[in-house]
């Protein structure tokens, strides 16, 4: 199983950028789903999350400029990024609880990290 990240780049401040990521492997099926930030110098950070119910969650500093979607059939999840900040410059790296089966077809749940993406958003 591996997440495999898409998108991302540089961008002037209020800029729009799409960030994606598709599961794949051997995925029974996704759970919470989401994108997480790291800036340099700062700890990685919750950027938003959505559930296996389209439940969405957003840290206070991207709400109303981010939306995060999935798309459950195909292990995807995407954040779109509008009226960008210098501030939201970092590596984003999206993330998933999984259920995924080994090869008796037995069912386990574990989290799983992409490699990252560079955001940079220019004044």
């Known amino acids: 199983v591996q997440l495999q990240a898409c998108g991302g780049g540089l961008v002037q401040a209020r800029g729009s950028l799409r960030v994606s990521c598709i599961a794949s492997?051997?995925?029974?099926?996704?759970?919470?789903m989401g994108w997480y930030r790291q800036a340099p110098g700062k700890q990685r950070e919750l950027v938003a999350t959505?559930?296996?119910?389209?439940?969405?969650n957003y840290a206070g500093s991207v709400k109303g400029r981010f939306t995060i979607s999935r798309d459950s059939a195909k292990n995807t999840v995407s954040l779109q990024m509008n009226l960008l900040k210098p501030e939201d410059t970092a590596v984003y790296y999206c993330?998933?609880?999984?259920?995924?089966?080994?090869?008796?077809?037995?069912?386990?749940?574990?989290?799983?990290w992409g490699k990252g993406t560079q955001v940079t958003v220019s004044s």
């Open positions: 492997g051997n995925i029974f099926s996704a759970n919470r």
């Open positions: 993330y998933a609880n999984l259920n995924y089966y080994n090869s008796q077809g037995r069912v386990y749940v574990k989290d799983y």
């Open positions: 959505i559930t296996s119910g389209d439940s969405t």
